[in-house]
């Protein structure tokens, strides 16, 4: 005699035990507690979560205490950039990053830009030491290259002039504001 689908799924069904009312499925080991491998995953995560900074942890490119720092975005004007790197732009704000960590350094530096560009500010320095007598050499600055490229507040960088700190510090070009953008569109909308 011929058995029928629900006698055969019966049969293969026999030993399955079924889900837990609440419709979760419950990993194996102690019932309802996460593993230290997935309670590991979650403290990454919320701790990335509450972290808005973009700017890496991770390493970095390093660069030389005596090497100096150049770069801009395309789009900027060479007349532009060759007046930032003289130092011919008035500093309107600075940030010394001197004995600080890597995370110091990481959380000034971004919120410094941030408000900088709040502020309406083009020209700020940045202080970070050369780093020639560290145990890692240039590390600070070697982040602070990176994390400036890495900005999209930032339209340039250059190492400073001598009198502002030289290779331990660096001159950065922010972005105008949208407010200030709009000045410069109309202002010279209005000579043409």
Do not use: C
């Amino acid at each position: 005699m011929k058995k029928s689908d629900a006698d055969l799924f019966a049969e293969e069904m026999a030993g399955v035990t079924p889900l837990p009312a609440d419709g979760r499925a419950l990993p194996r080991g102690q019932p309802g507690e996460p593993t230290p491998a997935q309670l590991a995953r979650r403290r990454a995560a919320e701790a990335r979560a509450g972290d808005l900074n973009p700017l890496t942890l991770g390493e970095v490119r390093p660069v030389a205490p005596f090497d100096e720092l150049a770069w801009k975005k395309d789009g900027v004007q060479e007349g532009v950039y060759r007046k930032l790197r003289l130092g011919r732009y008035p500093l309107q704000a600075t940030l010394d990053l001197h004995r600080m960590t890597v995370r110091e350094a990481r959380d000034a530096l971004y919120a410094f830009v941030l408000e900088a560009v709040a502020l309406d500010l083009r020209t700020v320095l940045i202080t970070h030491g050369r780093g020639d007598r560290s145990a890692t050499p240039a590390r600070i600055k070697s982040y602070v290259a990176r994390w400036l490229e890495d900005l999209p507040e930032v339209l340039a960088f250059h190492s400073a002039q001598r009198q502002h700190g030289g290779y331990g510090a660096t001159y950065a070009l922010l972005r105008k504001s949208p407010e200030k953008r709009m000045d410069n569109k109309e202002r010279f909308a209005r000579r043409g």
